[in-house]
């Protein structure tokens, strides 16, 4: 037989038929008595071992491992040659792989810093690192050219996603380092574009995902949480993600970036505690996205629902403690108010909700700044036209009536100082049968309307708050009439991402003739009206409110967070804004000032808390707890 004749075994495991010689030699005669005889053969013996098996099914399906020859003259082997090639695919069977302990630092986030990762030797990286050595501020230039090079804010996303999952040092020290830089990347609005893709991503921020198919088991889910020291745990369904609506398990994209303005802000990174619970989406695109990462059912409504919650919170609280403050994040308002009350109404639960009380913080502090820049104009004469009627409005507009109350105005009184607009037009009391309870509580004694336009006409509020994602929702009609009947229209377009918001900034501008006050929930570049006249708007975010407010209840040991706390954070935030940023058409902070700003504000939620100790003495208690915490040396 030539060299040309070689022989492989093809194995008949589809069917199940037994082993034919006739099948097994290529280009062998195999006389057919013999081949009848081998088809009349006794049963095979039990099946081989699993990887004997394994390794037999690879040689011989693959047809592509050859036996060698047979000796001139002598006749084929089906038997031998299967078996030679069986021994050779064990040859090539990897032994399992030894990993020192560099290969574990190389992948932990926590001790790996690039070629500034200390003792080497010590953690087994000799020979796994570069030769050169570096510090922490050329890990930072390093970082800073990565994001250099990449096109888009999302790319940029990507970018600092895979640095905080690699080297969190260098993360967490550039993230306080250039704050104002990178908070729109992290946060609002890139983080609202990541959310959308979050399927897309291959290296995603790191949280806790529990499911439905999880209730009984929670309690172990959160022992796998690497950290011991948890102090706030931020939790999403994901069913209102900003303005984008239910973005099911991508709503971790929120969770995450929430958590990473609490570290921007002084909160250790190692204390926040990112979680999603995923009980379905209603979004038909997810649901056929085959990247889609969470599960493909539409939400549970019912009982298993309240059940997950109720077992994640205790999961968590019990492992952190009763202190651990639990941040609620974009729930939908079927659930946001629910389940805040729910769970205020339990004892000993420190929790709050930013959609709701944060929102409204930052809202009414923007309206207490406001009034101040319109020459110490009275807070108690301004009348607000609240456009949307969810969860972000409703709190703005009850805290708007504390802030009137604690300035000695009738809660009735405050009451009619309040307008809502939702998708059907103006709240009134003709409505009262379709109104939700939350709304009902706001309906006025007035005609109807639909149009914004002629709503304003009629109320003539003196500020309008936009949070009802409806891109372009403020027409030129609308900031016109705004302006008719105010010298200085406030006007805050406060929905989220950029894409949702009612109008920009230049619009706003534009349209009142350069008299407005305006602020936006998300970032608007400098506008200049006219030459020499440059407005920098304020950009009203919840990222002055809720840290400050987290690091106030630590601080303070408080047992629980009230609407008090909130006003506190409001005012203090207001008082914060200077002439100057007056004089430039802000009414916020800058960006850059959310660190300090976060001490400050936390010092009045504290002093609220405790007046025993004065404010001064409480901001210093924070700064000492921010300090002590500060894991990467990045003060």
């Known amino acids: 037989m030539s060299c040309g004749a070689q022989s492989a075994c093809v194995a008949t495991h589809a069917t199940g038929r037994r082993w034919s010689r006739r099948r097994a030699v290529r280009g062998a005669v195999v006389p057919r008595a013999a081949a009848d005889a081998d088809e009349r053969a006794p049963p095979p013996p039990p099946p081989l071992a699993p990887s004997r098996r394994a390794m037999l099914t690879a040689a011989i399906g693959a047809s592509i491992i050859v036996a060698a020859p047979p000796p001139q003259g002598a006749e084929a082997s089906p038997v031998r040659a299967s078996t030679r090639a069986a021994e050779r695919v064990a040859a090539k069977v990897p032994t399992p792989r030894v990993v020192g302990p560099g290969y574990a630092t190389l992948r932990d986030a926590s001790n790996y810093h690039g070629l500034a990762t200390a003792a080497r030797d010590r953690k087994g990286l000799s020979g796994l690192l570069p030769s050169g050595v570096a510090d922490d501020a050329v890990e930072m230039a390093r970082a800073r050219a990565a994001l250099e090079q990449c096109e888009t804010p999302f790319a940029k996303y990507k970018q600092l996603v895979a640095l905080q999952t690699s080297d969190e040092r260098t993360f967490y020290k550039l993230l306080r380092t250039d704050t104002e830089t990178l908070l729109p990347i992290l946060y609002t609005p890139t983080v609202g574009e990541a959310c959308v893709k979050f399927g897309t991503l291959t290296q995603r921020p790191l949280g806790l995902w529990v499911g439905l198919g999880d209730k009984g088991n929670v309690k172990k889910l959160v022992r796998n949480w690497p950290t011991n020291d948890v102090v706030i745990a931020v939790i999403t369904d994901g069913e209102r993600i900003l303005g984008l609506g239910d973005q099911g398990a991508n709503g971790m994209g929120i969770s995450a970036g929430k958590s990473m303005v609490y570290a921007a802000c002084g909160v250790p990174p190692s204390g926040l505690l990112p979680i999603h619970i995923d009980t379905g989406t209603n979004n038909k695109t997810l649901l056929q996205d085959p990247l889609y990462i969470g599960l493909r059912r539409e939400r549970e ?65 923007g309206l207490l700044a406001s009034v101040r820049a319109i020459n110490n104009s009275d807070i108690t004469r301004q009348r607000v036209l609240f456009f949307g009627a969810g969860q ?68 003539q509020p003196t500020a309008l708050v936009g949070a009802a994602a409806v891109a372009g929702a403020f027409t030129k009609q609308v900031v016109s009439e705004m302006s008719r009947i105010n010298e200085q229209p406030i006007i805050f377009a406060l929905s989220n991402p950029t894409s949702k918001a009612e109008c920009t900034a230049q619009q706003a501008y534009e349209w009142s003739q ?25 950009f009203a975010n919840n990222a002055f409110i809720f840290p400050a407010i987290a690091l106030g209840t630590i601080v303070s040991n408080a047992a629980e967070v009230t609407p008090e706390m909130f006003l506190n954070a409001a005012e203090a935030l207001a008082e914060s804004v200077d002439s100057k940023l007056f004089a430039s058409g802000a009414v916020y902070p800058p960006v850059d000032r959310i660190a300090r700003s976060a001490v400050d504000v936390a010092a009045a939620v504290a002093f609220g808390v405790d007046p025993s100790s004065s404010r001064d003495k409480w901001r210093q208690r924070v700064s000492d707890y921010i300090k002590s915490n500060d894991l990467y040396r990045t003060l």
């Open 514 to 538: 350069g008299r407005a006050i305006f602020a936006s929930g998300t970032r608007f570049a400098p506008v200049e009206y006219k030459p020499g006249v440059t407005f920098a708007p304020g």
């Open 301 to 365: 409504r019912g009982e298993a629902y309240d059940a997950l919650i109720e077992e994640v919170v205790s999961a968590v609280r019990e492992r952190y403690g009763p202190n651990t403050i639990i941040h609620w994040e974009d729930f939908a308002p079927r659930n946001a108010f629910r389940v805040l009350r729910k769970f205020q109404a339990k004892s000993g639960v420190v929790t709050y909700n930013d959609d709701i009380q944060g929102t409204a913080a930052v809202t009414v502090s």
């Open 392 to 459: 972000a409005n409703i709190g703005a507009a009850e805290l708007f009536v504390r802030a009137l109350q604690r300035r000695g105005v009738d809660e009735a009184e405050a009451r009619k100082r309040v307008w809502l607009f939702d998708s059907k037009g103006l709240v009134t009391r003709a409505r009262a049968a379709e109104l939700s309870e939350d709304k009902l509580q706001f309906a006025q004694d007035a005609e109807n309307t639909n149009d914004l336009a002629t709503a304003i006409a009629r109320i």
